[in-house]
């Protein structure tokens, strides 16, 4: 099956083949001027926790210089999505589209071997192109991890474990929605929404709760935030504890600016406090895992899902 | 080699067309003994007829004592008819122009006497067969 | 292989079993076999039996259930009651079988961006059994680099049937091979089928609403006309027991030797019955004739059938002369 797998997917490996050389030559390009500037700026004396007077503007100088570079980098988010709309979807979709499944799958080999076969190898390569993809982000953003952390979702979803995780999962429901609509266009549309559907929920409601959030409270004066943590809230509240809401932090802001005090000052004396709930940083690699985790169960999930349906009415 | 072919509209079975066409070619002296029958494979992949027909074919031929299979060679012709047959031709030939200047003088057009010939024939045919 | 000198209906030798194959076992037999999609019933209480060796015609017109009756039978599809077994075996609990079976589905499909070289390859990969031999005698002809999608009809006909008889199947499965092809290339269609079953001792099924395609090469004949099964049998047993008798037109009774009437058609003063016979029709008023296999075919194919005659007790013989 190895040779049947190369043969009908040989052109989706090698347009893989050349992202990712694509991606690593823009990376090495784009690498040179950002090294540059991290010592030109000499920022490595900024990274926290020292706060040395001065780092806070030259962070934000070194990040605007490079921000939209770093934005784009952000898209790469939508690269694991591609197994599954390029290599999963049109894996059973198009034999069914084509009527070729009635020769695929009349042959010695039963078809939940030919299925099982070709998903485990082109698993195994959208696994490994993804990690490599993900090993060169993850270097290329290495200056902005150390500055602004990678726990947050714009470094988070796009390093580590979760990328190859993410692209097994896309591929398994590509391959599913493929089977079951029995239409390339469809399949791939399905196998989008439902991807990012559960990307969306695992980001909003489980990566939170992983671990239990950690809890600070500072003044009500800036700072407070360390950098490479993930802030899940920051909220103001009152000496008492109870929730402020941003009408009324407004009033005592404008009373202050009436008054001629100093806002921050202001709110100090009130006796108001700010609760910041977060994620470390630290906690990078423990999330990795259980996101990645996870994703791999769904993808498994799915595939036993798809070998089992295989076996009913195709045609 | 003699090389079959089919007529199938004539409604003769295709087994008997072939047998009927070895032992024509017997009389005819296209074949002689010891010369070697088409194989199965070879008449088949040439007429796209069923197999078991030109075997059937070449069992009869073989039970009437006119070819004899030898197990992995192929079938093989093993007595012509009597050349007292091929003998008797002219004599017959001879009868035959009698016999249809008479039939046209009665009146019998060109298709009328094949159709009371074939007919007979079929009728002897199937007699003989059955 | 001399397994074809026995050939024919009488005792055959029995061919070798493949591996996992009962020797023995019917090579496709069904028992109330049904398939319903959504509302309509695609085949319908569908019984039979194909004998060993033989080569099949499965007729029928276009929608008779033929295409359906051939993927149930590769597990394609799931029945919806009834039993299926191909060569002893359930193709769908057992799929292991589909290594004997070779099938070439309508439209002989093949991947169109292979070349010939890879589908060749393919089979080879996908099959524990492949004798490319026979797809080899067709690449000077056809041209090993070509992409299937650039072959005319017939080639790519004859490239899946090379494919299908390199694993030397017991059963074979043909849906409607002759379809889009015109009669040169069906011929060598013809050719290099009847080539590879001399040569496999295969069965053979072929699934064709033309019968002249199939008539030439049958042994057997399986009708399908609404799904299900309206007549099979060997055919020269079916064309010795029946007969076309012609006569003046008449009120019937019972006839010697006709068992029962198939098919009445009358036009003016004349009267053509298509009958089964159990014996020799003797009585002087009617003409009897053989029927051809594609008369006969038709006429069961037609919806009105009609009723038995009454028993000889009953209804004495009348006729107005």
């Given at each position: 099956m190895a040779w049947v797998t190369w043969r009908q997917h040989r052109s989706q490996l090698v347009a893989g083949l050349g992202l990712l050389v694509a991606l690593a030559a823009a990376a090495l390009g784009?690498?040179?001027?950002?090294?540059?500037?991290?010592?030109?700026?000499?920022?490595?004396?900024?990274?926290?926790?020292?706060?040395?007077?001065?780092?806070?503007?030259?962070?934000?100088h070194f990040q605007g210089e490079f921000a939209s570079w770093a934005a784009a980098v952000r898209g790469l988010a939508v690269l694991p999505a591609l197994a599954g709309l390029f290599v999963g979807a049109p894996l059973l979709a198009r034999e069914l589209e084509h009527?070729?499944?009635?020769?695929?799958?009349?042959?010695?080999?039963?078809?939940?071997?030919?299925?099982?076969?070709?998903?485990?190898?082109?698993?195994?390569?959208?696994?490994?192109?993804?990690?490599?993809?993900?090993?060169?982000?993850?270097?290329?953003?290495?200056?902005?991890?150390?500055?602004?952390?990678?726990?947050?979702?714009?470094?988070?979803?796009?390093?580590?474990?979760?990328?190859?995780?993410?692209?097994?999962?896309?591929?398994?429901?590509?391959?599913?929605?493929?089977?079951?609509?029995?239409?390339?266009?469809?399949?791939?549309?399905?196998?989008?929404?439902?991807?990012?559907?559960?990307?969306?929920?695992?980001?909003?409601f489980l990566r939170p709760r992983f671990l239990a959030p950690l809890h600070r409270t500072v003044l009500a004066s800036d700072g407070g935030r360390q950098a490479g943590d993930w802030v899940l809230s920051d909220t103001l509240v009152d000496a008492g504890g109870r929730?402020?809401?941003?009408?009324?932090?407004?009033?005592?802001?404008?009373?202050?600016?009436?008054?001629?005090?100093?806002?921050?000052?202001?709110?100090?004396?009130?006796?108001?406090?700010r609760v910041i709930s977060y994620q470390p940083g630290g906690r990078f690699w423990t999330f990795q895992l259980i996101e990645a985790g996870i994703f791999v169960t769904l993808a498994v999930a799915v595939i036993a899902v798809t070998l089992w349906c295989v076996r009913r009415n195709p045609t | 080699m003699i090389e079959f072919h089919l007529d199938p509209r004539s409604g003769v079975a295709t087994y008997l067309q072939i047998v009927q066409q070895v032992k024509e070619a017997l009389r005819l002296g296209t074949l002689d003994v010891g010369d070697q029958l088409p194989t199965v494979r070879e008449a088949v992949a040439d007429l796209a007829i069923n197999p078991n027909t030109v075997a059937?074919?070449?069992?009869?031929?073989?039970?009437?004592?006119?070819?004899?299979?030898?197990?992995?060679?192929?079938?093989?012709?093993?007595?012509?008819?009597?050349?007292?047959?091929?003998?008797?031709?002219?004599?017959?030939?001879?009868?035959?122009?009698?016999?249809?200047?008479?039939a046209e003088a009665a009146g019998l057009d060109d298709e009328s006497i094949r159709a009371l010939i074939s007919t007979t024939l079929r009728k002897k045919l199937a007699r003989r067969v059955a | 292989m001399s397994r074809r000198l026995d050939g024919g209906e009488e005792a055959q030798a029995p061919a070798s079993p493949g591996p996992g194959g009962k020797s023995g076992a019917s090579p496709l037999e069904a028992r109330g076999l049904g398939k319903r999609f959504r509302r309509e019933w695609g085949l319908r209480d569908c019984t039979l039996e194909l004998p060993r060796g033989a080569?099949?015609?499965?007729?029928?017109?276009?929608?008779?259930?033929?295409?359906?009756?051939?993927?149930?039978?590769?597990?394609?599809?799931?029945?919806?009651?009834?039993?299926?077994?191909?060569?002893?075996?359930?193709?769908?609990?057992?799929?292991?079988?589909?290594?004997?079976?070779?099938?070439?589905?309508?439209g002989?499909?093949?991947?169109?961006?292979?070349?010939?070289?890879?589908?060749?390859?393919?089979?080879?990969?996908?099959?524990?059994?492949?004798?490319?031999s026979i797809a080899a005698e067709l690449l000077p002809s056809l041209g090993s680099r070509t992409k299937v999608g650039d072959l005319s009809a017939g080639d790519r006909a004859r490239l899946a049937l090379a494919l299908a008889l390199g694993k030397r199947p017991q059963l074979l499965l043909l849906d409607e091979p002759f379809a889009g092809l015109d009669p040169l290339a069906g011929r060598e269609f013809l050719q290099l089928l009847m080539d590879g079953v001399a040569e496999t001792s295969a069965t053979v099924v072929i699934a064709s609403h033309v019968i002249a395609d199939i008539e030439r090469v049958c042994d057997h004949i399986v009708l399908l006309?609404?799904?299900?099964?309206?007549l099979q049998g060997?055919?020269?047993?079916?064309?010795?027991?029946?007969?076309?008798?012609?006569?003046?037109?008449?009120?019937?009774?019972?006839?010697?030797?006709?068992?029962?009437?198939?098919?009445?058609?009358?036009?003016?003063?004349?009267?053509?019955?298509?009958?089964?016979?159990?014996?020799?029709?003797?009585?002087?008023?009617?003409?009897?004739?053989?029927?051809?296999?594609?008369?006969?075919?038709?006429?069961?194919?037609?919806?009105?059938?009609?009723?038995?005659?009454?028993?000889?007790?009953?209804?004495?013989?009348?006729?107005?002369?």
């Amino acid at each position: 099956m190895a040779w049947v797998t190369w043969r009908q997917h040989r052109s989706q490996l090698v347009a893989g083949l050349g992202l990712l050389v694509a991606l690593a030559a823009a990376a090495l390009g784009t690498d040179l001027p950002i090294r540059a500037a991290y010592h030109r700026d000499a920022l490595s004396g900024c990274l926290p926790p020292s706060a040395r007077s001065g780092c806070d503007i030259i962070v934000k100088h070194f990040q605007g210089e490079f921000a939209s570079w770093a934005a784009a980098v952000r898209g790469l988010a939508v690269l694991p999505a591609l197994a599954g709309l390029f290599v999963g979807a049109p894996l059973l979709a198009r034999e069914l589209e084509h009527g070729t499944h009635r020769f695929a799958w009349t042959q010695s080999v039963t078809r939940r071997r030919w299925l099982l076969s070709k998903t485990s190898l082109l698993a195994a390569a959208t696994v490994a192109a993804a990690s490599l993809a993900s090993a060169i982000v993850m270097w290329w953003r290495s200056p902005f991890d150390t500055l602004e952390g990678r726990m947050g979702p714009s470094g988070f979803d796009i390093e580590g474990l979760v990328v190859p995780a993410y692209a097994f999962y896309a591929l398994a429901l590509g391959v599913l929605a493929g089977l079951l609509l029995r239409r390339t266009v469809a399949a791939m549309t399905l196998t989008l929404v439902v991807f990012a559907a559960t990307r969306l929920v695992v980001l909003e409601f489980l990566r939170p709760r992983f671990l239990a959030p950690l809890h600070r409270t500072v003044l009500a004066s800036d700072g407070g935030r360390q950098a490479g943590d993930w802030v899940l809230s920051d909220t103001l509240v009152d000496a008492g504890g109870r929730r402020i809401t941003t009408g009324h932090e407004d009033l005592a802001v404008l009373h202050a600016q009436h008054a001629g005090i100093d806002p921050h000052t202001y709110l100090i004396t009130l006796g108001w406090k700010r609760v910041i709930s977060y994620q470390p940083g630290g906690r990078f690699w423990t999330f990795q895992l259980i996101e990645a985790g996870i994703f791999v169960t769904l993808a498994v999930a799915v595939i036993a899902v798809t070998l089992w349906c295989v076996r009913r009415n195709p045609t | 080699m003699i090389e079959f072919h089919l007529d199938p509209r004539s409604g003769v079975a295709t087994y008997l067309q072939i047998v009927q066409q070895v032992k024509e070619a017997l009389r005819l002296g296209t074949l002689d003994v010891g010369d070697q029958l088409p194989t199965v494979r070879e008449a088949v992949a040439d007429l796209a007829i069923n197999p078991n027909t030109v075997a059937k074919a070449y069992r009869d031929l073989e039970r009437e004592g006119l070819v004899v299979a030898r197990q992995g060679r192929g079938t093989f012709v093993a007595s012509t008819l009597a050349p007292a047959s091929l003998r008797h031709h002219d004599e017959l030939r001879v009868q035959l122009e009698r016999w249809l200047a008479g039939a046209e003088a009665a009146g019998l057009d060109d298709e009328s006497i094949r159709a009371l010939i074939s007919t007979t024939l079929r009728k002897k045919l199937a007699r003989r067969v059955a | 292989m001399s397994r074809r000198l026995d050939g024919g209906e009488e005792a055959q030798a029995p061919a070798s079993p493949g591996p996992g194959g009962k020797s023995g076992a019917s090579p496709l037999e069904a028992r109330g076999l049904g398939k319903r999609f959504r509302r309509e019933w695609g085949l319908r209480d569908c019984t039979l039996e194909l004998p060993r060796g033989a080569i099949v015609g499965l007729a029928g017109a276009n929608a008779a259930g033929k295409s359906t009756l051939l993927a149930l039978a590769t597990g394609l599809l799931t029945p919806t009651e009834g039993t299926i077994s191909v060569l002893g075996r359930d193709p769908l609990r057992d799929p292991a079988v589909l290594a004997e079976v070779g099938f070439v589905a309508q439209g002989a499909p093949l991947y169109r961006s292979f070349t010939v070289a890879d589908s060749i390859e393919f089979a080879r990969r996908t099959n524990t059994r492949s004798d490319s031999s026979i797809a080899a005698e067709l690449l000077p002809s056809l041209g090993s680099r070509t992409k299937v999608g650039d072959l005319s009809a017939g080639d790519r006909a004859r490239l899946a049937l090379a494919l299908a008889l390199g694993k030397r199947p017991q059963l074979l499965l043909l849906d409607e091979p002759f379809a889009g092809l015109d009669p040169l290339a069906g011929r060598e269609f013809l050719q290099l089928l009847m080539d590879g079953v001399a040569e496999t001792s295969a069965t053979v099924v072929i699934a064709s609403h033309v019968i002249a395609d199939i008539e030439r090469v049958c042994d057997h004949i399986v009708l399908l006309a609404g799904g299900g099964v309206r007549l099979q049998g060997n055919v020269e047993a079916l064309l010795d027991s029946h007969r076309l008798l012609m006569g003046p037109r008449r009120p019937l009774g019972s006839i010697r030797g006709v068992r029962e009437i198939v098919r009445e058609r009358h036009s003016g003063r004349q009267l053509t019955l298509l009958v089964t016979t159990d014996g020799p029709i003797v009585d002087p008023s009617w003409r009897v004739d053989h029927v051809a296999l594609e008369e006969l075919l038709l006429a069961y194919m037609a919806p009105e059938r009609l009723p038995t005659p009454q028993p000889p007790e009953r209804v004495p013989l009348r006729w107005h002369g």
